[in-house]
């Protein structure tokens, strides 16, 4: 799991008041020997008190070089060294690495925006990944449309055919007829994911979009007893987006909520909330004042570069009651075609869609740990004029 860029928030004093207040006590330290010392010899012999004011020379010297050692490799030598290792560990392609905090203000600056371009890298790298997954599912999906696209029309006809003749049992034929359905709609969700419609953004009301989306999996009789719990903190500011993009999230979190949880025990919340980096906790509205949590480093919602921190925008979340989502599963559980679903019952394309429709608002998706047990899908779309 990664680990957070930002460093704990502690107050550091600046290296150079830090340097400044240490050589300053040596020195104090130095001149009272000295006086001291120049005191004493008064009562001395000349050429004793001569002896020992070499020595004493001698002494401070060294007594000020091992502490001015001492005192630069604490506070810049290992700080600097630290830095350095970790700079090596992330060149080398250890992206996990982080450089850890420091003493003085201006190194642990330092290293937090170490590990900020680190985030950078990774945010960057996982971009990349994506855009590789996505440039290869587009060959494949072409290839599958090319391939299978002709020899399912042709089945299809043929069952046409085989159900105006009356020689094939129509439960038999009935079956044959879901299958040959079943292999088009993967085709069919294959070629939307890689190369979506490109449409107009539009201004999507949140509120109308969760009731509509409700209602609409309420009349096909998709959500069972005990009724979707909806919570909207009204009044909520629009999104912007495809027109249909935002219902399109809710019905395939809905149905997937519905899959881990059959008894519907669901709850849909939209909130306005602003947008906090990956590194950054949320404020929950039970946290007591001065503290944030608790959570887990899964819980850490994602990266996107161009939305600022603070922007403000609309928060959906939908939870359930099931069994969640393990935490080496979540940053997966948006890849296509994996699923923690048995053999023939998904194919690993629902929140595939729902990142892509969600990218295509301009926001970000995760999921954690819900209060109650089970998953808490979030999703985070910026506010639109």
Known sequence: MRSSGRLAAVARTPLARELLWNLGLLGAAALSLAVGTTLAAQALPPRVAIIGLVALIIADLAVVVAFGRYLVGRLVLRPVQRLIAAADAVAAGDLDARAPGAETEEFARLAERLNEMTEGLLDVQSQLVRAEKLAGIGRLAAGIAH????????????????????????DLLADLAREVDRIDRIVRGLLDYARPEAAAAHAIEPAAAVRAVVALLGRQGRLAQPPVVVELEEPLPTVRGPADALERVLVNLLLNALDADPSGRIAVRVLRSSYAPRGTLARRRTDREGRVGPRSPAARRPSRPDLATGAPGVLVVVTDRGPGVPEPDRERIFDPFFTTKPPGAGIGLGLALVQRAVDDMGGVVWVEDARGGGAAFKVFVPAGP
Not at 147 to 170: D, H, K, W
């Open 147 to 170: 391939e299978i696209g002709n020899p399912l029309a042709a089945l299809g006809t043929y069952l046409e055919v085989l159900g105006q003749r009356g020689t094939v049992p129509p």
